[in-house]
């Protein structure tokens, strides 16, 4: 295949790496995102104490590598042999694992092929791609390239088969499909399958789980346990800027004057911030105070932020620095792009203000840690001390240095319709026209229900539906209010008043 220049992010002698979307076959795109959606993506993070407990006798352990999970097509017809990765379908020609690849399809005889795995890196000097590696070395060797050796030092863990001459392997058991992949590559070198043993008890599981990545360091282990797929990793540490804060309620286990929740974020090199995630656990009780009574909380109108349960957060002046631990990041959800705010910090005027969403990950069981959960030698107005490259440099993400306004049109409400019964209770339909369908950030219409009722144990209930379709929007509004409002007969359910209707349909 060949690359367009305007298909082309790096290029380097006749490696080339491609931009996003540059894979020019869209049945493997689909069929990498599903891999990742309904496979990959459904594997259970624990921890090492964990492995103790899991159920079975028979667990297959492969070790992990530190690397960016990777498919490899091959046909022979068209004289194919390409990496490429998802979400961003970026492909990768001119490395010489593609070329070794291709001759391993063509010493076995096989026609076509679909396989995923890991492309790793190796920095150890003479080469060994058995030795522990990082994503960031790998990440440099593949974007910036300053030598032919850089290309040689990459390598590829093969972990699955997808397809083979149009033969569709993931219907059968995994160890028979590992077992094809021992049989098609050599167990060591540039190219490999992934190191896998099986264990018959947990003891043994995790002598091996200490063996490897504990003292072995590496990245982890992903073991599988009858219908179970577990990715076993150690904990991972990262420094965040706190800017919003909730306490608890005198209802809860946590009180008043307690941190309950924190929004933490991350700072590009322009020195806006990228929100990251909430976070509240992996405190005492007496940290939850003291951490409480160091925020400067200020009041900002431009950007209110909520808890889980819906109350709004306390904005706080960027000063703190929490340390928190976490065992993976996700940057996709079901193959849609993770959209996190991008903030402003206006100093003169202690005010947040939101610039705009923007594609972002999320972490996986992220909680304070214990020990050091604020970094009492770091500051948060320090961009260094909570540089977003903390997480850009682990991934092959694009994020640009710095983020600019994203100009929206107004909204436009289309329809309003509320109703009450007594001084107890009200419900409140709402459907409007964002009009920032075409942003690619926003649905065009949102239809949007409010159910309060001071006679629940949770009095406020929520409900949004999204739609790019206008008629469609209508059937959801009227439907909705039809569903909540009307009884049999088409008329109000009994002790319910309108209060206040609008509708600007045409």
């Known amino acids: 295949m060949k690359l367009t220049k305007d298909k082309i992010e790096t290029s380097f002698h006749g490696y080339l790496r491609g931009k996003s979307e540059s894979l020019p076959y869209s049945d493997l795109a689909k069929k990498i995102d599903f891999y990742r959606k309904n496979i990959t993506q459904r594997f259970l993070t624990r921890r090492e104490e964990d492995i103790i407990g899991l159920p079975g006798k028979n667990f297959i352990a492969s070790v992990k590598v530190d690397g960016a999970f990777t498919g490899y097509y091959y046909d022979e017809k068209k004289d194919e042999s390409i990496f490429f990765n998802t979400p961003t379908h970026r492909v990768f020609l001119g490395l010489p694992i593609n070329d ?6 063509k010493k076995k005889g096989i026609k076509s092929a679909l396989f995923m795995g890991e492309m790793h890196a190796s920095t150890t000097t003479p080469i060994d791609f058995n030795a522990r590696s990082t994503v960031y070395d790998l990440m440099r060797y593949r974007r910036n390239p300053s030598s032919d050796e850089d290309l040689e030092r990459i390598g590829f863990r093969v972990f699955d088969v997808v397809e083979i001459d149009g033969k569709d392997w993931l219907e059968k058991e995994y160890r028979e499909r590992h077992d094809k992949l021992s049989e098609i590559f050599e167990k060591d070198g540039r190219i490999a399958p992934v190191r896998t043993k099986s264990f018959s008890n947990t003891h043994d599981l995790q002598e091996y789980y200490f063996k490897t990545v504990v003292k072995g360091g590496h990245e982890g282990l992903i073991v599988r346990a009858g219908h179970l797929t577990l990715k076993i990793k150690p904990i991972h540490t990262l420094d965040v800027a706190i800017i919003a804060i909730a306490e608890g309620r005198q209802d809860s286990r946590l009180g008043e004057n307690q941190l309950a929740t924190a929004l933490v974020a991350l700072r590009y090199p322009d020195g806006n911030y990228q929100v990251l995630t909430r976070v509240g656990g992996g405190l005492t009780d007496d940290q939850r105070r003291e951490i409480w009574s160091q925020f400067e909380i200020i009041e900002s109108r431009s950007f209110i932020t909520t ?3 819906g109350r709004a957060m306390k904005m706080v002046k960027p000063q703190l620095v929490g340390q928190l631990e976490y065992l993976d990041i996700i940057t996709d959800h079901e193959g849609e792009p993770i959209m996190q705010p991008s903030l402003f910090f206006d100093k003169d005027n202690n005010e947040w203000k939101m610039i705009r969403l923007m594609p972002f990950v999320k972490l996986i069981h992220p909680r304070f840690i214990e020990t050091d959960p604020i970094r009492s030698d770091k500051d948060a107005s320090n961009i ?4 977003i490259s903390q997480i850009t440099d682990l991934l092959d993400i694009q994020v640009s ?20 019964k007594g001084d107890n209770a009200i419900k409140k339909f709402m459907a409007w026209k964002t009009n920032k369908g075409d942003s690619g950030y926003f649905p065009e219409y949102i239809v949007y229900f409010l159910d309060y009722s001071n006679a629940r144990k949770d009095p406020l209930k929520r409900g949004v ?12 509004y009227d439907g909705w209010i039809k569903e909540e409002m009307m009884g049999t007969k088409g008329d109000l359910k009994r002790g319910w008043a309108e209060y206040a209707v609008s509708d600007n349909r045409t």
């Not at 260094?384 to 540089?387: A, L, Q, S």
């Open 465 to 476: 539906r999204i739609t790019n379709n206008l008629e469609q929007m209508w059937k959801i």
């Open 100 to 105: 070794e690849m291709k001759q391993i399809m």
């Open 401 to 420: 240095d710095s983020v600019k306004e994203l100009k929206l049109k107004s909204s436009k409400v289309l329809a309003k319709a509320v109703y009450d």
């Open 384 to 387: 260094e001390d909570v540089r």
């Open 307 to 309: 808890t889980r349960d």
